[in-house]
């Protein structure tokens, strides 16, 4: 079955920073590009950002993009989000999601993780 | 806001159809494909529906996607309590260069 289990949210203080997790099983995520997804109860689902197969290409929306940065250890099939300089705004469920091709492009994402919440407040 | 707009809620009995709009413009939902995810509560989103009207294997057929010009709908006939959820549209945007959602229209089956 595939699999796709977040970890590393927590609470943290305007400013800092977090490290998140997604650890694949049941497929090798070496041949699929691999996204962020976040959601807040205001602004629902936000893409963040998504690398490509083989990490040589890395996509950021706008708000986080000099704050986050997305990675890929294909060998020990996870992907992680470094985020820093954390804004209230960043306050939500982070979702890691699997894309279906090698790029992030005009397509889908499926299946999702089931997200780890990050919440950042003084 | 978004820049691809849905009601943000719905409502229909068992057994009836219920419809679900999602507007875009020529830069998103006219140009590229659309996608529907149902997002049952305390629970992540699932792929429904992919390039505009393809339904991915184990959804049932009562879940239809169409799209004209820059809207798109889901259709949802015979609804059963279990269809309650969140469902949002998404759709690659040429312009920023990067997938957007819908706000998500919440339905209830009354």
């Known amino acids: 079955e595939v699999e796709l289990l977040e970890s590393g949210g927590g609470f943290v203080q305007p400013g800092g920073s977090l490290r998140l997790s997604c650890a694949a099983s049941?497929?090798?995520?070496?041949?699929?590009?691999m996204s962020w997804v976040r959601q807040t109860p205001g602004k629902g689902l936000e893409w963040v950002s998504s690398?490509?197969?083989?990490?040589?290409?890395?996509y950021y929306t706008e708000t986080v993009k000099g704050r986050f940065t997305i990675s890929r250890d294909n060998s020990k099939n996870t992907v992680e989000l470094e985020m820093n300089s954390l804004k209230d705004d960043d306050t939500a469920l982070y979702y890691c999601?699997?894309?279906?091709?090698?790029?992030?492009?005009?397509?889908?994402?499926?299946?999702w993780g089931q997200g780890t919440q990050v919440t950042v407040s003084s | 806001q978004s820049v691809v707009t849905q009601p943000p809620s719905a409502s229909a009995t068992p057994g009836q159809t219920v419809t679900i709009s999602c507007s875009g413009s020529?830069?998103?939902?006219?140009?590229?494909?659309v996608y529907w995810y149902q997002q049952i509560p305390g629970t992540a989103p699932k792929l429904v529906i992919f390039?505009?009207?393809q339904r991915p294997s184990g959804v049932p057929d009562r879940f239809t996607g169409s799209k004209i010009g820059n809207s798109a709908s889901l259709a949802i006939s015979g609804l059963r309590s279990e269809d309650e959820a969140a469902y949002y549209c998404?759709?690659?945007?040429?312009?920023?260069?990067?997938?957007?959602f819908g706000g998500g229209t919440k339905l209830t089956v009354l």
């Open positions: 999601a699997k894309e279906p091709v090698l790029y992030y492009y005009d397509n889908w994402v499926d299946p």
């Open positions: 049941g497929f090798s995520i070496g041949n699929f590009a």
């Open positions: 690398i490509s197969a083989t990490g040589e290409r890395t």
């Open positions: 020529s830069s998103n939902v006219g140009s590229n494909y």
């Open positions: 390039r505009n009207n």
């Open positions: 998404a759709a690659w945007d040429d312009t920023l260069k990067g997938r957007v």
